[in-house]
């Protein structure tokens, strides 16, 4: 993660908006649509859109900007940067993988895995959401192993193809797997972890007292106790679902409030 901004500081006379879990995806049309959408509104009227990871479904590799999967999404946050929109994107745990050459195909700015944010005063502590699930024990492990350093390189050097093949392959897995268990406790933020969370962001920036992730896929806000809170973003999911879902949060100045997509 190194040379990845970890501190963003806007003036606050424009709100920063942020979201999560697009998990955009050739098959998710209208998710995308509402996404376009959404940038557009933020070029018009916001300072920053700060994506919190898991932007897209799945991260072949940089290499594949131009798959339809990636394509449309890119074209979008191209236009918007090139308008003068600041985004900023952290990795989320299914597009980890997103790289240099997308930051500069697209002009968004890559942050580090956690980022403190200060907006006219404000102060919030962004991550995306998955190292406080530390009860889903299977994830975490394979989290580490993903992480090593090299293993990205590895995966980058392999032929584009064999990379589409591994990950449809993971899709048709996860599926299954979502299908038979659904949304389970052992996959939500822990008191531990999230205990944790704050004390790195009161540490790392004084007075921060709210902390934003996604991950969960279970939009609330949480009293942590002195003045604390814990705001969950929603999924977004406009494809075939009689509940669509989206939007995110918007910051200025006086504090944190939803904003729907
Ligand atoms: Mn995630």
């Known amino acids: 993660m190194a040379g990845r901004l970890n501190h963003l500081r806007f003036d606050g006379r424009r709100p ?3 979201v999560s879990d697009l998990h955009l995806w050739g098959d998710r049309p209208a998710t995308l649509a509402r996404f376009e959408h959404c940038i557009e509104r933020a070029r018009a009227d916001a300072a920053a859109l700060l994506i919190l990871g898991d932007l897209f479904e799945y991260w072949v590799g940089d290499d594949d900007l131009g798959s339809a999967d990636i394509a449309p ?21 299914r597009d980890f993988l997103i790289g240099r050459r997308f930051a ?11 980022v403190a944010l200060d907006v006219g005063g404000f102060r919030a502590w962004l991550m995306h959401g998955d190292t406080l699930c530390t009860d889903d024990v299977g ?5 580490r192993i993903t992480r090593l350093p090299g293993l990205a390189w590895v995966w980058n050097h392999t032929a584009l193809a064999w990379r589409h093949e591994r990950i449809a392959a993971m899709r048709r897995a996860s599926k299954q797997r979502k299908r038979s268990t659904g949304l389970q406790a052992w996959m939500d933020a822990t008191p531990p972890a999230i205990a944790a969370a704050f004390a790195t962001a009161a540490r790392r920036l004084p007075g921060c007292i709210t902390l934003i992730h ?19 973003l929603p999924d977004w999911e406009f494809d075939g679902t009689p509940e ?6 918007e910051i200025t100045p006086e504090g944190v409030r939803w904003f729907s997509a």
């Open 16 to 18: 920063v908006r942020i």
């Open 139 to 143: 994830y975490q492990r394979f989290r």
């Open 244 to 249: 669509p879902r989206g939007g995110g949060v």
């Open 104 to 114: 500069r195909a697209t002009g968004v700015t890559l942050l580090a895995d956690e």
């Open 214 to 232: 996604g991950h969960t896929h279970r939009p609330a806000v949480h009293d942590e106790g002195d003045g604390r809170r814990r705001w969950v």
């Open 73 to 93: 999404a890119a074209r979008a946050l191209k236009a918007a940067t090139d308008a003068g929109l600041t985004v900023g994107f952290l990795p989320g745990n």
